[in-house]
């Protein structure tokens, strides 16, 4: 699950073992006690299916008065069905954090600062891979990262908005850059704020009003239109991909496209409903309104949305088997919907 995982920052990363390929955490560190998760004392850092990510994190008082303050940031990882978290791996740095991270299914957290990919084993060894060779990771999977040159690059003395992208696959624990590929190419896309969007080996972006797929496995690539002004009638320009199922893309916060053809399903212009999606699945939407989750038949615009939640916490996430949630104790799943049930209809 990668909705609502990290970006990176400019920020340099810090491990307080860093130097080698492969470190071990000592005793002090790997006797720290398991915490209970608290939003007042930890911050989520991602969820997948079975896992999260919390991390804290303590000033160092040498530094309070400082322009540039430092912190410790302690990473612990939680299986969803247990209460408690245990300690991962530490690192000093400055106060925010806005690198890509996920979690594989064995606990494996993997993180990665401007240019390399580091492992944190279940066991506590973190690993790290050779740096990329030209640009910063950008996106960061179990499986693979999409990396950028930068931001702007200039050929023949042009200036170009986007930098190329490209897509580099993991293989055990190092980049597998003889299987680098090009996802997009100069001119097409700075890749930030959340793009892409992934499902399955597919992922998904906006730019200059088309919207691009590509495939990582099979490195097949689909660009069309979505901006037909008689399918969509909406300027897409700027708007990004929110949420991407592999059957319709969520633009922007308002606009559902069929990922097929590029064709508007519905948008908050004509169907106020839409408003505020952050999921889809099935041609269902889903929405947090008012502290609640909400379904959202989106074929159907009069009937109304069902709740499905109550949400006294705003962190809801993707995952295979449906949305998680997280209680304040404990993670609940709510699962997808495969049709909307009648007895919900309005019309």
Known sequence: MQSRSAFLTGV??????????SQSLSDEETDLPRIRPDRGESELMCVTDG?????????IEETRHHRGQRFIHRF????????????????????????GMTIDSDGTIVFVDRYTVKWCDPDGTIRSSDPVRDGMICRVYVDGVVVQAGSRVVNDGKEIEAAPASFIPIKGR??????????????????????????GNVLAWMASKRLHLFNVQTGVAS???????????????????IAFDGETVLAGSGVVIDANTGKRIASNWDDKRIISLFATRSRIGYRLKDGQLEA??????????????D??????????????????????????????PEQSAGD
Not at 51 to 59: D, I, K, Y
Not at 175 to 194: M, Q, R, T, W
Not at 325 to 337: D, E, H, N, R
Request: hydrophobic share 45%; glycine share 6%; proline share 8%.
């Open 12 to 21: 340099s990363i810090i491990l307080l073992a860093s130097g080698c390929a």
């Open 51 to 59: 896992w999260a990510v919390w991390r804290t994190s303590e000033l």
């Open 76 to 99: 612990y990882r939680q299986r969803l069905s247990e209460p408690l978290a245990s300690f991962a791996f530490r690192f000093v740095s400055g106060p925010g954090f806005g690198r």
């Open 174 to 199: 190092s980049l597998d850059f003889a299987h680098e590929v090009e996802i997009a190419p100069a001119g097409v896309k700075s890749l930030s704020y959340g793009e892409p969007i992934r499902h």
């Open 223 to 241: 660009i069309m239109p979505a901006d037909d002004k008689n399918e969509t009638e909406f300027n897409l320009r700027n708007t990004r991909v």
């Open 296 to 309: 959202v038949d989106i074929m159907h615009p009069s009937r109304p949305p069902m709740h499905l939640a």
């Open 311 to 340: 949400v006294p916490h705003p962190l809801v996430f993707q995952s295979e088997a449906g949305l998680l949630i997280w209680t304040g104790a404990k993670w609940k799943t709510v699962p997808w919907l495969s049709s909307f």
